[in-house]
């Protein structure tokens, strides 16, 4: 895979601070620049990569995952719906973003989501899963709000109806 100019750039940059380092001496540090720019030092870059991600998500800085089962199409038109949204807002517009929305907003009894709709079986479209991460706490929060409240909603959404009923209305043809 070729090189974007930007990177070129870093690859200039690394080579002349191993250069400088060298030339004051420092020819540890210099070969562990070098190091950085080998075979093995990508390799190693990407084991730091996996290793702070690791911690990162068992610290519950990325949440967890929510698999949320849909037709290819509609998802498609949902993850369009939510990059041009993206490109023409000021705040982060991704599909984690809107699911945590979906959720607050339906907690605050601002949203109520659409009873799915099931399939007879054997008719059903292929689907395929939009992956979301959420806060374990505000998934939960929703999902006994949900239970709580089944009798007002005519069925017990879960975080899943709450976040696809929220992007199918927000960002497909579907919704407008």
Do not use: C
């Amino acid at each position: 895979m070729a090189l974007r100019p930007e990177d070129h750039k870093r690859v200039e940059h690394l080579t002349a601070a191993a250069s400088h380092l060298r030339a004051e001496g420092k020819t540890e540090w210099a070969d562990t620049v070098d190091f950085v720019l080998s075979p093995e030092g990508r390799l190693f870059v990407n084991r730091l990569r996996v290793d702070r991600l690791r911690q990162e998500t068992a610290e519950g800085k990325y949440g967890q995952n929510l698999a949320i089962a849909m037709p290819l199409p509609v998802r498609e038109e949902i993850k369009a719906g939510i990059a041009q949204a993206a490109r023409s807002s000021d705040v982060k517009v991704t599909a984690s973003t809107e699911a945590a929305r979906a959720l607050e907003a339906f907690l605050a009894g601002e949203f109520v989501p659409e009873q799915p709709k099931r399939a007879a079986r054997g008719t059903a479209e292929k689907t395929v899963n939009l992956n979301v991460r959420l806060d374990p706490d505000l998934r939960q929060r929703a999902e006994d709000f949900g239970a709580d409240n089944a009798a007002e909603f005519g069925f017990a959404p879960r975080a899943s109806h709450i976040i696809s009923s929220w992007l199918v209305q927000r960002f497909t043809e579907a919704g407008s």
